[in-house]
């Protein structure tokens, strides 16, 4: 069984980089199929796809979050990574880590974690 678990800071100030990490055990984030992705939930809003990190390393990211988004990843600690750049009140809400075995799935989903943007 997967897991994953996110961390990192519950708030922070308009301007910022955002940095969360995803702690991942039950696999390797190289296992051969895996897709390892950042997913985020506004208030109000639906979920919103942000990027994905393949077991190879590629990264790939949502069009509208590009210039400000970049994943990476720690395979000694099995870690993955969100940075999130100039960050707004816009960019408040619940940041999942997920895995599935293509780019249309996520079977195991964090708990999430809140963050906030505020000064």
């Known amino acids: 069984q997967v897991q994953l678990q996110e961390s990192g800071p519950g708030l922070v100030k308009p301007s910022q980089t955002l940095s969360l990490t995803c702690t991942v055990s039950?696999?390797?984030?190289?296992?051969?199929?895996?897709?390892w992705n950042w997913i985020r939930q506004s208030p109000g809003k639906g979920l919103e796809w942000m990027g994905v990190?393949?077991?190879?390393?590629?990264?790939y990211y949502a069009p509208a979050l590009k210039n400000r988004t970049s994943i990476s990843r720690d395979t000694s600690k099995n870690q993955f990574t969100l940075q999130l750049s100039s960050v707004t009140p816009e960019d408040t809400g619940v940041y999942f880590c997920?895995?599935?075995?293509?780019?249309?799935?996520?079977?195991?989903w964090g708990q999430g974690t809140q963050v906030t943007v505020s000064s």
């Open positions: 039950g696999d390797s984030i190289t296992n051969n199929g895996y897709y």
């Open positions: 997920t895995s599935g075995p293509n780019l249309a799935t996520s079977l195991y």
């Open positions: 990190m393949t077991f190879g390393g590629i990264t």
